[in-house]
């Protein structure tokens, strides 16, 4: 009797355990499609960025990025509208968040509107019948850090993905210690294995110019360039490479490795920020973190971004996101200093003079700004 009961008992947890497995899993396929935009998967220092399927995206799939086997080819007489092959590529949000994300740049978003551009009116071709070579979109981002460059190659990415030209659509970013090994045998088998990773997306390759060290002869960093190079001019329908760093570095590796410089087919540079794109930028920042400036504030930052702009070091962005965090923390002690005032929305969301000035002794402000800080 009671070995039948405790038979009962282990069989119902059983069927109660495996009711909350197959509950657990269904949350799990469900949340999937809430995912962020991208994810970042770390093998060593090797990112791995890929476009996460989000439901509205799954409701409305459409097949743009495969064109069928055997087309039905447009009669002459027939027109297209671009507005159209825009539509059907979906490429307008990527374009208007170039636009949102990246401040200033306005070289960079033409050269970018080109090459969308270029790839639409290769659609439309198609549809006639018309063929051409697929262009060569290998490209050098140069510019200082904190430009944008790596925003730019993800929305690349996609871009090129919707519009047909990748498979998938991933970024891969990589830098010299993966692909360049320390001693013989490893070189070969580390950068086929990055390009196995990139192959339907984009490798971008962060300060590229330390591939190679003309300085030291028994560096491998040739071996991989010369692997890349004849990945870059073979396998141009499955993989886009961007080369990144600074201009005069990049400009030296180029004239070193001439066979590099000619299958880079786009050179876009990143300008350094003027101080008011440089406070642009932290407004976006801040209403992203749901933060805004006070008046005074935001003259205070204007003046620490106005000093700091011209110090070795300096990071343009990053700097900025660096300098916001340090407000934030200010500001976090400063309200918590008073435990038993009590605090409005505003109060939380509101970085003042203080929260911004701290660290900053120079600082001259403006004689108005300064008296008020006198008299509170």
């Not at 092959?85 to 636009?99: Q, S």
């Not at 401040?103 to 549809?127: Q, T, Y």
């Not at 006639?128 to 690349?156: D, E, I, N, W």
Request: hydrophobic letters at 40%; aromatic letters at 6%.
């Amino acid at each position: 009797m009671q070995s039948d009961v405790l038979g009962s008992a282990i069989g119902g947890t059983i069927g109660l355990v495996s009711l909350i497995v197959v509950a657990i899993r269904g949350v799990r396929k469900s949340n999937q499609y809430y995912a962020q935009p991208v994810t970042q998967r770390e093998s060593g220092k090797l990112q791995v960025i890929e476009p996460q399927v989000r439901r509205r995206q799954e409701r409305q799939r459409r097949p743009r990025n495969r064109r069928p086997a055997h087309p039905e080819v447009l009669p002459a007489e027939a027109t297209v509208t671009f507005g159209a092959e825009r539509e059907a590529a979906n490429i307008d949000e990527i374009l208007a968040a170039l636009d949102h994300d990246l401040i200033g740049l306005v070289p960079v978003k033409r050269k970018i509107e080109e090459i969308a551009s270029l790839l639409l009116v290769d659609r439309a071709r198609h549809k006639f019948g018309l063929v051409a070579p697929r262009p060569s979109l290998h490209m050098c981002f140069t510019g200082p850090p904190g430009t944008g460059k790596t925003t730019m190659a993800l929305r690349m990415a996609e871009l090129l993905h919707r519009l047909g030209y990748l498979e998938r659509g991933h970024l891969v970013h990589a830098m010299r210690d993966d692909l360049v090994g320390e001693f013989v045998g490893q070189t070969a088998p580390r950068t086929k294995r990055v390009l196995e990773r990139a192959m339907g997306g984009v490798l971008f390759i962060d300060e590229a110019y330390y591939l190679y060290r003309a300085s030291d002869s028994k560096d491998y960093g040739q071996e991989a360039i010369e692997i890349l190079l004849q990945v870059m001019e073979n396998q141009r329908e499955n993989l886009v490479v961007i080369l990144a760093g600074y201009k005069d570095r990049m400009d030296e590796f180029f004239s070193s490795n001439p066979g590099m410089g000619s299958r880079i087919a786009h050179h876009l540079d990143f300008a350094p920020y003027d101080v008011d794109e440089l406070v642009a930028i932290g407004q976006l920042m801040l209403d992203d973190a749901k933060y805004y400036l006070s008046a005074d504030a935001e003259v205070a930052l204007r003046q620490n971004l106005a000093l700091e702009i011209g110090r070795p070091g300096f990071a343009n962005a990053r700097s900025v996101r660096n300098e916001l965090d340090r407000a934030r923390l200010r500001h976090a002690h400063r309200l918590a200093a008073e435990p038993h005032r009590h605090r409005s929305r505003d109060d939380l969301m509101r970085l003042e003079v203080a929260d911004v000035l701290e660290g900053y002794p120079d600082l001259r402000l403006p004689a108005d700004l300064s008296s008020r800080l006198g008299e509170g």
